[in-house]
């Protein structure tokens, strides 16, 4: 998968790289979680007024913000950068 002997400097770059996308993708699947709730505190300020189907949603994500993904958004975000990451430093056994 990576070249024999590839040169430290462009290890280096690539694991920043794929770093800054993890530490990318935790804020923005973090921030798509906390607007479902934002919009299910809005929803959940009708009150009686709302619908059976905003009653359930309100139901379902309502509560505080989150200061992290959702367990699912959190797998597919470190398992993205071992994938990443781990084949420039591991060796394949032989």
């Known amino acids: 998968m990576v070249e ?37 505190n809005a929803l959940a300020s009708l009150g009686d007024e709302a619908s059976p189907i905003a009653k359930s949603f309100v139901a379902e994500y309502g509560g505080d913000l989150l200061t992290m993904p959702p367990p699912i958004a959190m797998a597919l975000t470190v398992s993205g950068f071992l994938i990443a990451f781990l084949p420039l430093w591991m060796q394949p056994k032989k």
Not at 19 to 26: D, G, P, Q, T
Not at 30 to 36: D, E, G, R, V
Request: proline share 3%; glycine share 2%; aromatic share 10%.
């Open 4 to 40: 024999k002997e590839a040169p430290v400097s462009g290890k280096v770059i690539c694991s920043v790289f794929s770093l800054s996308v993890f530490a990318m993708n935790w804020t923005i699947l973090t921030n798509i979680a906390n607007q479902w709730i934002i919009h299910t």
